[in-house]
Each structure stands twice: as C-alpha cells, then as structure tokens.
C-alpha cells in the first residue's frame, strides 16, 4: 500500500529565512508526486508536480521540490520564506500506475513570523 | 471554465438524515474523487470513478454512496447522516497524462458538513 510521511506537523520560520517541508512516501510503483497548499478556510491549490521527469521540480510562488529515489523523498523548500506563504500544505502520492487514487500525507502547517 | 463546483457550501443534517452533496466539472476530465477533511488527517479518499458508470471504494466509503452517470457531475449521498461524519468534504477532478502518471487534481471549494 501506498503512503505518506510528512515528519513535521508544524514549523515556524521567520520571514526571509528558507523553508523546508519533509515528505517521505512509500509507493509500489514509480510514483507521481505533489505538493498542496491550503490556507486557512480555503480550498487546495496545487504548488507542483514530479511525474517522472526532472527529478528538481520548480513550482509556483518560488517553491521547488526535489524527487529523490534512493531516500524515497520529496522535501518542499523555499529560500525565502513570506508572510503569505503562512498555511497548511500537503504532499500526495498518485497511489497506482492509472495516475488515480491519490494518498495525502497528514499536512504540516507553516507559520512566518515578521 | 468554472472547473470544479461543489454546492451547497454549508450544511447542519440532524443524524440519520439524508442528502446528496453535488459536484460537476467541465474540464472532461476522466477522473473524479470525493475526500473528507478532518483536522490532524490530511484528506482522506472516500469514493473516486474511472469513468462515466465507473465507481470504486477509496479508504473511507462506508455510510456513503456515490454515482457517476455523466462525466461532468459525481455526487456525494449520505445514506443515514451521523455525527462522525461532520467534516468538510472537497471534490476533485483529474486526468491521465500522455505517459501514464498521473495528472494534477483540480479541487472544488469544499462543503462544510455539521452533523448534530
């Protein structure tokens, strides 16, 4: 079965300083990647994919996510965190080889303090 | 392109009431997914379709039921509403790429549901 692993449920940054998410998967087949972000009483919107091409994903609003095999991660990151960038995000896994059921890891909320 | 539509937006059932939650896309897409939200869980797979006629179970789909008799709309049934099952409800839609990944999900805005 497949499944997801985001290792912080919480993590405070101050503005201007970098960001690193943690997300770890484990999937039976080559999987397909994503990084979500809700904020606060909002619906999902995606940041990026990684589908098996590049294994360096840029996204949108300066993130980036690289894929990385042989440590089944995928670690969102950005070198400048805003004050915007506060809400709860969410690494997904396509759960089988037809790109359907998707598994969503349990979120990590970002907080940017001024 | 509306993309994903979700209505109502809010809902208080009493239990064992009954309603229907509805979604329609019209970006053709193949595939469409219903999850619950509940805080600390991440969202969490409820029934998802194939196709037009084409539905199967997700991690969650006792005390709910779903159809897909077109493509653009998938509605969400709550057989006997129960309090375990106030959440906050998304849909969303996807597609399958030229080489066989998976597409980006688009997701509705979401149905905020009370069960008292």
């Known amino acids: 079965a497949q499944s997801v692993t985001q290792l912080d449920s919480h993590v405070s940054v101050s503005e201007g300083t970098p960001v690193l998410l943690r997300c770890n998967y484990s999937s039976s087949y080559s999987p397909s990647l994503f990084w979500y972000v809700q904020h606060p009483n909002k619906g999902l919107q995606l940041l990026l994919k990684?589908?098996?091409?590049?294994?360096l994903v840029k996204g949108i609003n300066g993130f980036e996510a690289e894929f990385k095999k042989s440590e089944t991660s995928f670690h969102l990151t950005k070198p400048s965190a805003h004050m915007s960038d506060a809400a709860e995000y969410f690494c997904v896994v396509s759960a089988d080889n037809y790109g359907q059921n998707f598994v969503f890891g349990p979120g990590t909320r970002l907080s940017v303090l001024p | 392109n509306a993309g994903v539509t979700q209505t109502p937006k809010f809902q208080v059932l009493k239990t064992g009431q009954s309603m229907t939650l509805q979604c329609a896309q019209d970006?053709?897409?193949?595939?469409m997914s219903w999850y619950r939200q509940d805080p600390g869980m991440g969202l969490r797979l409820i029934h998802y379709?194939?196709?037009?006629?084409?539905?199967d179970q997700g991690e969650v789909p006792n005390g709910y039921n779903v159809s897909r008799s077109t493509t653009e709309d998938f509605p969400l049934r709550l057989l006997s509403a129960a309090p375990s099952q106030t959440s906050v409800y998304f849909c969303a839609s996807s597609y399958s790429t030229a080489s066989g990944g998976a597409g980006t999900q688009y997701f509705g805005p979401g149905t905020r549901l009370t069960v008292l």
């Open positions: 379709s194939v196709g037009a006629g084409i539905t």
């Open positions: 990684y589908t098996s091409a590049a294994t």
């Open positions: 970006m053709n897409h193949e595939y």
